[in-house]
């Protein structure tokens, strides 16, 4: 009887509270709550890769999962550009300047991918371009190259959720659905996410990431 109530305790709490189980079993908080999920499709995002190269042989989209990859030695997203190699899914279908917005996908980087970017929040005041980027370097997952928001992400598939909102001026990261990260925003009047492979630095001759179940949620009013 006593198992009986727990489960039926624990059901209530999860219907009640809005708070769901992942996929271990851990009761965390549900963080599409008081967000409305937008449309999400090929007409919300463009690819960037190198100028040079068809897309096919940096991006593929297969049985819902976009995979991204390039070579140190690949050429800019234009002629001429000074920025680093880069394949990504530049999500300029919804950009925003106000309010508090949500990215959400699943997540898997192969072993050996270092030295780059995996997610962006894109704008920010000058110098920077960016007010987030979620790189790996070594295995473990990083805030720029300042912080490790977790270790050892290699060869398995995890939740990443950011959270900005820009009138707090704050970042959020959540692995898994657990609050990992949180940091202040870098200004900026325009922004928009941004995900693939964006070299960095130290980055490795191959860098590949792959994403599904892309969301972008927008707080609701
Ligand atoms: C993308 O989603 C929008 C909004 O739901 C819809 O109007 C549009 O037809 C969709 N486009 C494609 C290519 O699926």
């Not at 106000?98 to 030295?115: K, R």
């Not at 962006?120 to 000058?126: D, E, K, L, R, T």
Request: proline share 3%; with cysteine.
């Amino acid at each position: 009887m006593y198992h009986l109530k727990h489960i039926a305790l624990v059901l209530g709490v999860v219907f009640f509270s809005r708070l769901c189980i992942d996929t271990r079993g851990w009761l965390i908080n549900d963080l599409a709550l008081g967000f409305t999920c937008l449309p999400f499709n090929k007409t919300y995002y463009i690819n960037n890769k190198p100028y040079n190269l068809p897309l096919e042989e940096r991006y593929s989209f297969i049985n819902g999962v976009h995979k991204l990859w390039v070579f140190s030695t690949d050429e800019p997203l234009y002629r001429g550009s000074q920025t680093k190699p880069r394949s990504e899914l530049s999500i300029n279908g919804y950009k925003y300047s106000t309010g508090v917005w949500q990215f959400e996908a699943h997540v898997f980087v192969p072993y050996g991918t270092s030295g780059v970017s995996l997610m962006q929040v894109f704008g920010a005041s000058y110098p920077h371009a960016s007010t987030l980027m979620v790189r790996v370097y070594n295995g473990d997952l990083y805030y720029y190259r300042e912080k490790v928001i977790v270790h050892d992400i290699y060869n398995k598939w995890f939740r990443l959720n950011v959270i900005h909102n820009v009138e707090c001026n704050s970042v959020k990261v959540y692995i898994n659905g657990i609050l990992k990260f949180k940091g202040h925003g870098r200004g900026g009047t325009t922004h928009y996410f941004k995900c693939g492979v964006y070299a960095q630095d130290r980055d490795s001759f191959y860098m590949e990431s792959q994403w599904k179940n892309i969301k972008i949620f927008k707080k609701s009013k």
